[in-house]
């Protein structure tokens, strides 16, 4: 059988899990990435970035005087944990605008991930073996291929403008 998007979306209903994950890229490379609870709460996510926010930037020599972190506008981003620990911990994030896929880099490496795992013959057996092969992908995306999205940047920005917002596809 083989793996498509639904194995990794699936219902219960349909003998599928959701997987949910964290991760962080930054223009050298990928960073750290974590599997999270069926569930995750702002709880959750405020033990996420505190156990892994400052460890990725400085495993990776990022200046702390230059480090800026970005998230979507998701609840748990927006929820007052999340707020109070990166007011409390000076993380500089930047301001991003909701519903907005088109710009976030970090989708663009997820569909990435998905693309390669769908390149696998048979269905992973269980969560713990899909979770092995997204680990897999994900420490053989190359910096190269990150850092010729970050530098697509400005030239996506400029195709959102003209499209005045409408979606765009690359």
């Given at each position: 059988k083989t793996l498509r998007p639904y194995h990794i979306k699936g219902t219960r209903q349909g003998g599928g899990g959701k997987m949910i994950t964290w991760s962080c890229i930054i223009y050298y490379g990928?960073?750290?990435?974590?599997?999270?609870?069926?569930?995750?709460?702002?709880?959750?996510?405020?033990?996420?970035?505190?156990?892994?926010v400052f460890a990725s930037r400085d495993h990776n020599f990022m200046n702390p005087a230059k480090f800026k972190f970005q998230q979507d506008n998701a609840g748990i981003h927006t929820a007052k944990i999340t707020r109070d620990f990166i007011k409390k911990?000076?993380?500089?994030?930047?301001?991003?605008?909701?519903?907005?896929?088109?710009?976030n880099p970090i989708e663009t490496v997820w569909a990435h991930l998905k693309k390669q795992l769908d390149r696998y013959l048979n269905a992973p057996r269980n969560m713990d073996e899909l979770w092995e092969r997204v680990q897999d992908i994900w420490t053989e995306i190359t910096p190269e291929y990150l850092r010729k999205l970050y530098e697509s940047m400005p030239r996506r920005m400029k195709e959102l403008y003209h499209a005045k917002g409408d979606h765009i596809k690359y």
């Open positions: 990928p960073g750290d990435a974590c599997r999270l609870p069926d569930k995750i709460s702002a709880v959750t996510y405020f033990e996420v970035l505190r156990g892994y911990s000076k993380i500089p994030v930047i301001e991003w605008p909701a519903n907005s896929p088109d710009l």
